[in-house]
Protein backbone atom coordinates (compact mmCIF):
# COMPACT_ATOMS: atom_id res chain seq x y z
CA UNK A 1 0.00 0.00 0.00
CA UNK A 2 1.33 3.67 -0.74
CA UNK A 3 0.37 6.93 -1.17
CA UNK A 4 -0.52 7.96 -4.95
CA UNK A 5 3.28 9.99 -6.90
CA UNK A 6 2.30 13.50 -6.58
CA UNK A 7 0.20 13.86 -3.37
CA UNK A 8 2.02 15.34 -0.63
CA UNK A 9 1.21 16.80 2.69
CA UNK A 10 2.24 20.37 3.29
CA UNK A 11 1.77 22.69 6.21
CA UNK A 12 -0.50 25.76 6.08
CA UNK A 13 -0.10 27.49 9.12
CA UNK A 14 -0.98 25.16 12.13
CA UNK A 15 -2.39 22.80 9.81
CA UNK A 16 -1.33 20.19 7.21
CA UNK A 17 -3.22 19.67 4.41
CA UNK A 18 -3.30 16.95 1.36
CA UNK A 19 -1.75 18.61 -1.48
CA UNK A 20 -2.99 16.65 -5.26
CA UNK A 21 -0.94 16.90 -8.00
CA UNK A 22 -1.56 19.59 -10.73
CA UNK A 23 -4.98 19.21 -12.66
CA UNK A 24 -6.51 17.08 -9.92
CA UNK A 25 -9.46 18.74 -8.15
CA UNK A 26 -10.63 18.35 -4.83
CA UNK A 27 -14.00 18.89 -4.13
CA UNK A 28 -13.03 19.09 -0.31
CA UNK A 29 -9.81 20.30 1.56
CA UNK A 30 -7.95 17.53 3.22
CA UNK A 31 -6.78 18.03 6.50
CA UNK A 32 -4.64 16.18 8.63
CA UNK A 33 -3.30 16.47 12.28
CA UNK A 34 0.00 14.96 13.80
CA UNK A 35 -1.54 11.04 14.00
CA UNK A 36 -2.62 11.66 10.09
CA UNK A 37 0.53 12.81 9.12
CA UNK A 38 2.58 9.83 11.43
CA UNK A 39 -0.07 7.49 9.09
CA UNK A 40 0.47 9.46 6.10
CA UNK A 41 4.37 8.91 6.06
CA UNK A 42 4.41 5.34 7.04
CA UNK A 43 1.98 4.94 3.78
CA UNK A 44 4.20 6.80 1.58
CA UNK A 45 7.20 4.25 2.52
CA UNK A 46 4.91 1.68 1.67
CA UNK A 47 4.27 0.12 4.72
CA UNK A 48 1.29 -2.15 5.06
CA UNK A 49 -2.05 -1.48 7.82
CA UNK A 50 -0.60 -3.64 10.47
CA UNK A 51 3.06 -2.41 10.41
CA UNK A 52 1.52 1.46 10.52
CA UNK A 53 -0.74 0.12 13.60
CA UNK A 54 2.45 -1.51 15.30
CA UNK A 55 4.63 1.23 14.53
CA UNK A 56 2.06 4.03 15.87
CA UNK A 57 1.00 1.85 18.99
CA UNK A 58 4.97 2.05 19.41
CA UNK A 59 5.13 5.35 19.21
CA UNK A 60 2.39 6.16 21.24
CA UNK A 61 2.83 3.70 23.74
CA UNK A 62 -0.55 2.42 23.59
CA UNK A 63 -1.71 -1.09 22.81
CA UNK A 64 -2.12 -1.57 18.71
CA UNK A 65 -5.70 -2.94 19.51
CA UNK A 66 -6.52 -0.08 21.38
CA UNK A 67 -6.12 2.17 17.92
CA UNK A 68 -5.91 -0.57 15.44
CA UNK A 69 -9.57 0.42 14.22
CA UNK A 70 -9.22 4.40 13.89
CA UNK A 71 -6.23 3.66 12.09
CA UNK A 72 -7.85 1.57 9.39
CA UNK A 73 -10.75 4.24 9.40
CA UNK A 74 -8.23 6.70 8.27
CA UNK A 75 -6.52 4.17 5.86
CA UNK A 76 -9.38 3.60 4.76
CA UNK A 77 -10.54 7.49 3.80
CA UNK A 78 -8.05 7.90 1.46
CA UNK A 79 -8.67 5.05 -0.26
CA UNK A 80 -12.15 6.41 -0.71
CA UNK A 81 -10.46 9.76 -1.88
CA UNK A 82 -8.21 7.53 -4.29
CA UNK A 83 -5.44 8.52 -2.56
CA UNK A 84 -3.75 5.53 -2.24
CA UNK A 85 -2.41 2.78 -4.95
Known amino acids: ?3 K ?3 RIRKVGSKSVVVAPGGINFTGLI ?3 ETGTFIWNMLSDGAEPDEVVLSLA ?5 QPEAIRGEVL ?3 NALKGADILE
Open 31 to 33: TVN
Open 73 to 75: EFI
Open 5 to 7: DGY
Open 1 to 3: MKI
Open 58 to 62: KECDV
